[in-house]
C-alpha cells in the first residue's frame, strides 16, 4: 500500500546533527514533490522543506535554511534530511509527506519520528 | 511570509451540529489552500485541496471554499470521529504556511 516510514530521529545535543530517511513504496516516487513538516511538543504544524519530484528545485523555512539540507534518491524511492547545527527549538516529530501536485495538498504523510535537541 | 490565520482557536459542538472554520490568508493565494485534519498521536490527514476539491476517501460531509483570501472548512453534521484538530496551509508560495490550528471539542 502506500506508505512513507520515517527513520533516524532520536536525542543529540545542542549543536550536534541528525540524518532523517523517509523510504516510500506503492507509489511512483519520482513523481512526487516531497517536503518535510515538523511539530513541536504540544504545538502545531510548521513546513520545514521542499523538493521538487527531480531535485532540482528545494526551498527551505528560514528557520533551518543554512543548517537543514533536503535530499532524494529517486533509485532508492527515499528522502533525506540533513539536520546540522541542531537547537533546542528544533524539538519536534518530523514528518515526511507527498503530494502529486504542487501547492495542492500533502496526500501521504509518514507516521513521524522524534528528534530531541538536549543537553 | 503569507499569514494564515485560523478562527476560531478552538469550538465545541456536539454530534450532528454543522460547524464552520475559517482560514484568512495575508495575501492573495488563489485556490492554492488545502485542510488537514490531525488526531491525537497521529500524522496528518488531507481533507481538501484547492480550496474545495475533496479529497479521495474523505466523507462528503466536509466540504471547502472560498471568497477572496478567506477560506472555510465546513462540516454538515458532525461524526464522532471527527473531534480533531483542524489545520490550513497555503501552497501558493513559500514558507508553505500553516494556520494555527482549530480545535474541535465534544460539548
Known amino acids: 500500500q502506500v506508505q512513507l516510514v520515517e527513520s533516524g530521529g532520536g536525542l543529540v545535543k545542542p549543536g550536534g546533527s541528525l540524518r532523517l530517511s523517509c523510504a516510500a513504496s506503492?507509489?511512483?516516487?519520482?513523481?512526487?514533490?516531497m517536503s518535510w513538516i515538523r511539530q513541536a511538543p504540544g504545538k502545531g504544524l510548521e513546513w520545514v522543506s521542499y523538493?521538487?519530484?527531480?531535485?532540482?528545485?528545494?526551498y527551505y523555512a528560514g528557520s533551518v535554511k543554512g543548517r537543514f539540507t533536503i535530499s532524494r534518491d529517486n533509485a532508492k524511492n527515499s528522502l533525506y534530511l540533513q539536520m546540522n547545527s541542531l537547537r533546542a527549538e528544533d524539538t519536534a516529530v518530523y514528518y515526511c509527506?507527498?503530494?502529486?501536485?504542487?501547492?495542492?495538498?500533502?496526500?501521504?504523510w509518514g507516521q513521524g519520528t522524534t528528534v530531541t535537541v538536549s543537553s | 511570509d503569507i499569514q494564515m490565520t485560523q478562527s476560531p482557536s478552538s469550538l465545541s459542538a456536539s454530534v450532528g451540529d454543522r460547524v464552520t472554520i475559517t482560514c484568512r490568508a495575508s495575501?492573495?493565494?488563489?485556490?492554492?489552500l488545502s485542510w488537514y485534519q490531525q488526531k491525537p498521536g497521529k500524522a496528518p490527514k488531507l481533507l481538501i485541496y484547492?480550496?474545495?476539491s475533496l479529497q479521495s476517501g474523505v466523507p462528503s460531509r466536509f466540504s471547502g471554499s472560498e471568497s477572496g483570501t478567506d477560506f472555510t472548512l465546513t462540516i454538515s453534521s458532525l461524526q464522532p470521529e471527527d473531534f480533531a484538530i483542524y489545520y490550513c496551509q497555503q501552497g501558493y508560495s513559500t514558507p508553505y504556511t500553516f494556520g494555527q490550528g482549530t480545535t474541535l471539542e465534544i460539548k
Open positions: 509527506a507527498s503530494s502529486a501536485f504542487l501547492g495542492h495538498g500533502m496526500d501521504v
Open positions: 495575501h492573495s493565494i488563489y485556490n492554492y
Open positions: 523538493i521538487s519530484s527531480s531535485g532540482t528545485t528545494i
Open positions: 506503492g507509489f511512483t516516487f519520482s513523481d512526487h514533490y
Open positions: 484547492g480550496a474545495s
